[in-house]
């Protein structure tokens, strides 16, 4: 366990234990949820070819966009009068195996956004045909940076998913950012 403090993200009531804190929030408030029914649409209009459409479910899809809807809350509130954040999943670890690395970057979280990279995305095909496939360019799962460059990075993924969606395309949050 991380001796840091923490916000965590899930559905039990709101509780102080140290000082870390835990937040509920109905899945219908969060801010990309207004999108939900648009990717439902979508699903019926664009095939991922080899994505599992048991596991990227527009739920799924949804639930895993909130990073940014939780880590702006974070920023926002401000409850560790911190500059600098960290969003890790929780699952962190089938990405990353050795959690030493992760914690040794949690000590030196620059001003910029960092995160782990994958599988570089050069542009060289359209989005909307490369994205047929799912390719993991960024492990989603481990963001950091400044609070100021963060909510930049945010207001752009935000920006980005309504022009992919009118587009009529769409991906998961690792593929896109």
Not at 84 to 100: F, L, P, T
Not at 141 to 153: A, D, E, F, R
């Amino acid at each position: 366990m991380l001796n840091r403090p923490k916000i965590l993200d899930n559905e039990c009531t709101c509780h102080r234990s140290g000082r870390s804190r835990f937040h509920r929030e109905r899945f219908e408030d969060t801010y990309f949820y207004q999108y939900l029914h648009q990717l439902e649409d979508l699903r019926g209009k664009y095939l991922i070819y080899n994505g599992n459409p048991r596991h990227e479910t527009p739920r799924y899809i949804t639930l895993n966009n909130n990073k940014f809807h939780f880590l702006e809350a974070a920023i926002r509130a401000d409850r560790f009068a911190s500059e600098r954040y960290i969003w890790m999943d929780m699952g962190i670890n089938h990405v990353a195996q050795k959690s030493n690395h992760i914690i040794t970057w949690i000590y030196k979280i620059p001003d910029l956004i960092k995160q782990m990279c994958i599988n570089p995305y050069l542009e060289t095909d359209p989005p909307r045909d490369l994205f047929h496939n799912i390719f993991h360019h960024t492990a989603g799962g481990l963001i950091t940076g400044h609070k100021n460059n963060l909510q930049q990075y945010i207001e752009l993924y935000k920006a980005k998913w309504a022009d992919i969606l009118t587009e009529v395309w769409y991906q998961i949050d690792e593929a896109i950012m």
